[in-house]
């Protein structure tokens, strides 16, 4: 087992920890990654117009967009499905014209140096040269220097210099350079601990978790309002450190519990994840104090929510003593992308837990809501029933469903009944049991999330190029061998079943034979995720009440968008330019390949007709999703007494029509 740095105790603070990430030459290769990013995400959701100034070669056209101070940005971008933009960073230039700007490059010295600073690389000098040639030549510029370009690099220069381009108010700007300036912070710590893609091939699934480098959509996807950088330094996922969780016993006068029909008593459940050793010192940890354990639930907690939430918000349970502090079980847990869920590397035949931690992060307070955790064990045992039940899910898919087989929530006295109270105070104090993914593996399988297929190494080597290489399969064949795993089982929820999970980089899991070839899918995150159809169906009469009530509904020409935008324009988006730049694959053949696998699908079962015309992949156009509009628009960083749902703008083609083609 490898060996992870973790204290004896994780509700102790992390050893003293320096910053050695934190360098200009590093700092500036984050920022450019991520300004491109900006610029083609913000692009894609219309929120910004760049204008074609000039035609391309394979690498893109060239394109400018003014900024508020009378200033202009050109940049190279090709165009992809759905209407996406992929930005060449070393590209990226800045055109001054007229007086001094409130906010001078010169003076700041963050737009300074070369391109090789830029990116790294001999293509950003290259892309750098094109983009000068592309404005004109100084001597064009005679009579006025400051318009000759020069390499821009900086998104939070961006952000204060565009924010009336964007249309974002003070309060929104002011929380997203903050935002994007600890993502960059997180990111720059990536650069400087990743390894190359090969050794990545040789982690377990846990350990790759902490070397990904988030949500591929959103802009200030590492965002993590709330903690410090001491914080980031022990509970990020990049950070890489195991941690042992303290427990906590409540009374069960505030708390309750659920799990599936093997795990219905808590006890059930505590007799597989806490040695008798453990069991019997909680115990006697309350005995200590006067209170019967009988009378009482057991849960870990997230250090860090201990202190910050708990403690503070329910001091009045402490007192009398419905909340009793406990010791840590002695197991080591890794953070995992979604950073409340910890898995067991001690024990890996123990659950993964999920915690909530109030932290803001990819647009939601991270919390557990109070009912729909109670609800969690019932959705999965309908879910899964589906897939017991069902030849082709069960056999020819073998698809892995990771349960929420068990379940604590603790209502807060006064929070949980005032509707009109932020949602974050509703969700402060829980804990949900997932099955372990190592006890569903067959002997030589490995498992991967689907999110690290789009990872690239310090030397620019796709993760998905290793894997192929390894498998020793065509590219073609590869991938065909990966929409064959992930996509009939996600189809077939969905047309039988009027159910759709949200397939995203993070809860799809590819599972792969010794060969590192793809051969079935795992997918998690139930109660928050799962959608069924408005429509009523047969197959919905025998739900119980209790899921019928806390799942979602959507109309049948939404309920598609789950696969659409969860696993096509989140994931597959970004994934078939690599795989055109590295595996030789075109994107067009790529999509074909993504359709075929959906029409051998509806080949193999005709009496579905009726149910692929309701829900119809294949529509010549799809609305758009927006999720960074949400923070720059919608929602910013105001409270609300919901969660926020993404935002429609527009609508973009569907690269899956018949007709349909990359760039349409």
Not at 633 to 648: I, L, N
Request: with cysteine; net charge negative; charged share 25%.
């Amino acid at each position: 087992m490898p060996k992870y740095p973790a204290s004896n105790d994780a509700a102790e603070p992390c050893a003293s920890h320096s910053t050695p990430e934190l360098n200009r030459t590093g700092w500036d290769r984050a920022a450019v990654r991520l300004l491109a990013k900006m610029l083609g995400e913000f692009a894609y959701e219309e929120v910004i117009e760049p204008a074609a100034v000039g035609k391309g070669d394979k690498s893109g056209d060239t394109y400018s967009l003014p900024l508020d101070d009378g200033a202009t940005l050109r940049f190279r971008a090709r165009r992809g499905v759905y209407g996406s933009w992929r930005v060449e960073a070393g590209s990226i230039t800045e055109i001054t014209a007229g007086s001094t700007t409130a906010i001078d490059a010169d003076t700041t010295g963050n737009n300074a140096g070369s391109a090789t600073a830029n990116a790294g690389s001999a293509t950003a000098i290259n892309a750098a040269h094109r983009a000068q040639d592309d404005a004109g030549s100084p001597a064009e510029a005679a009579g006025n220097p400051r318009s000759v370009p020069r390499p821009f690099r900086d998104p939070l220069q961006f952000l204060a210099r565009a924010h009336r381009l964007l249309g974002i108010d003070g309060a929104t700007l002011g929380h997203l350079i903050r935002e994007v300036t600890t993502t960059l912070a997180a990111d720059a710590r990536l650069d400087h601990n990743a390894v190359s893609a090969a050794r990545l091939a040789e982690l377990d699934y846990a350990e790759l978790e902490g070397h990904q480098t988030g949500h591929p959509w959103l802009v200030a996807n590492k965002g993590r309002l709330g903690f410090s950088a001491e914080d980031m330094a022990c509970f990020a996922p990049e950070a890489r450190r195991a941690v042992r969780l303290p427990w906590i016993a409540v009374s069960t006068r505030i708390a309750g519990y659920r799990g599936v029909p093997r795990l219905a008593t808590p006890e059930q459940l505590y007799a597989q994840e806490l040695d008798p050793s453990v069991r019997r010192s909680f115990d006697a940890a309350l005995r200590a104090r006067g209170l019967d354990p009988r009378e009482y639930l057991f849960l870990p907690v997230h250090p860090w929510q201990w202190d910050e939430w708990i403690v503070p918000h329910f001091a009045p349970a402490i007192a009398d003593g419905d909340i009793v502090r406990l010791h840590p079980d002695g197991d080591l847990r890794l953070p995992q992308q979604s950073i409340r869920t910890f898995t067991n590397v001690a024990r890996k035949d123990r659950h993964t837990v999920k915690l909530p931690l109030s932290i803001l992060n990819t647009l939601v307070w991270r919390g557990l809501p109070t009912e729909r955790t109670l609800a969690a064990p019932a959705v999965t045992a309908w879910v899964q029933g589906r897939c017991e039940s069902d030849p082709f899910l069960r056999d020819t898919c073998g698809v892995i469903l990771l349960g929420e087989v068990a379940s604590v929530a603790v209502e807060h006295p006064l929070y949980d009944l005032l509707p009109e109270t932020p949602y974050q105070f509703k969700e402060i104090l829980g804990a949900i049991w997932r099955e372990p993914l190592h006890t569903r593996l067959a002997a030589g399988e490995r498992a991967r999330t689907l999110a690290s297929l789009l990872h690239t190494d310090p030397e620019g080597r796709a993760f998905v190029a290793e894997l192929v290489t390894r498998s020793g399969l065509a590219p073609t064949v590869w991938l065909t061998r990966l929409f064959g795993a992930l996509l009939p089982p996600l189809l077939h929820f969905l047309y039988r079943y009027g159910t759709v999970f949200s397939p995203h980089g993070e809860n799809a899991i590819v599972v792969f034979d010794d060969q590192d070839v793809p051969v079935r899918l795992a997918i998690k995150d139930f109660v928050d995720d799962v959608n069924i159809s408005a429509r009523p169906l047969p197959e919905h009469d025998s739900m119980p009440d209790a899921v019928r009530r806390i799942l979602l509904t959507e109309s049948p020409t939404f309920l598609t968008q789950f696969i659409h935008s969860g696993l096509f324009v989140g994931v597959f988006r970004y994934l078939s330019p690599l795989c055109e730049e590295q595996l030789g694959v075109p994107e067009d053949e790529f999509w074909s390949l993504v359709r075929a696998e959906i029409v051998r699908h509806h080949a193999r079962f005709p009496e579905l007709k009726d149910r692929f015309e309701m829900f119809d992949m294949l529509t010549p156009r799809i609305e758009r999703l927006c999720l960074n509009r949400n923070r720059l628009h919608v929602d910013g960083y105001r409270d609300r007494s919901q969660r926020p749902h993404a935002a429609v703008h527009g609508t973009v083609p569907n690269p899956l029509h018949p007709l349909g083609r990359v760039g349409g």
